[in-house]
């Protein structure tokens, strides 16, 4: 089935921590796998995507990191700062069909000054 | 360069009425996908519309459809309201499947 997990619902980190988010994809066929920030009461963002063809992508204080054996992939935000505070999701493609995304339930990212 | 632009902005329907919802592409994106975002989740894929056809479709009921026009604008419609059809409802555009773009949405409220 069509079905993507991620964990944590919620995070909570000090300015300047890093912060790690994760999913698992349950169609091996997926290829693609995107994350998006949403702020409150705004229109989720694409913020970096991975293909399947690459284990690691980084974006300054942003990465990507993908297990095609495991079916997971994960972002990792370091430095963390106020500004990064939102919900982000992570999404798949069923079968490889990118014109289809399946999210995950998203998570709650929470940076203290 | 405008982005993916949708209208209304917000509505609130009665329950057992219609509404359509539009959204025009970003320039040079021919593929409209639309999405539900209930409150506290992640977006859900309705369907997909590429040449004025739909070609892929979620597991939402007949009661939702839809419409592709030659300049790749699209609307959404939703018949027979239901309280549970309260959400952001989000178009995205692309060209072919590369670029997916989220337009700001429409946030329908059914009482």
């Known amino acids: 089935g069509e079905n993507v997990e991620q964990h944590p619902s919620t995070l909570s980190v000090q300015e300047g921590d890093s912060a790690v988010i994760k999913c698992t994809y349950s169609?091996?066929?997926?290829?693609?796998f995107p994350w998006y920030k949403q702020e409150l009461g705004k229109r989720p963002q694409l913020i970096i995507d991975i293909r399947s063809n690459v284990g690691e992508k980084k974006d300054q204080r942003i990465a990507v990191t993908l297990n095609k054996t495991a079916k997971h992939f994960s972002l990792h935000i370091t430095e963390t700062q106020p500004e990064d505070s939102a919900v982000y999701f992570c999404a798949a493609p069923p079968g490889g069909n990118t014109g289809k995304l399946i999210f995950g339930q998203g998570t709650t990212l929470q940076v203290k000054p | 360069d405008a982005g993916v632009t949708q209208s209304p902005t917000h509505l609130i329907k009665t329950r057992g009425q219609q509404v359509t919802l539009r959204c025009s592409p970003k320039?040079?994106?021919?593929?409209v996908s639309w999405y539900q975002q209930a409150l506290g989740q992640g977006p859900q894929f309705i369907f997909q519309?590429?040449?004025?056809?739909?070609?892929q479709r979620g597991n939402f009921p007949d009661r939702f459809s839809g419409h592709q026009f030659p300049n790749y604008s699209s609307e959404l419609n939703v018949n027979a309201l239901l309280l549970g059809d309260s959400a952001l409802y989000l178009c995205?555009?692309?060209?072919?499947?590369?670029?997916?773009?989220f337009g700001s949405g429409t946030r329908l409220t059914v009482v």
């Open positions: 320039s040079g994106h021919d593929t």
């Open positions: 519309y590429y040449e004025e056809e739909e070609r």
């Open positions: 995205a555009s692309s060209l072919g499947q590369r670029g997916y773009t």
């Open positions: 169609d091996s066929a997926s290829n693609y």
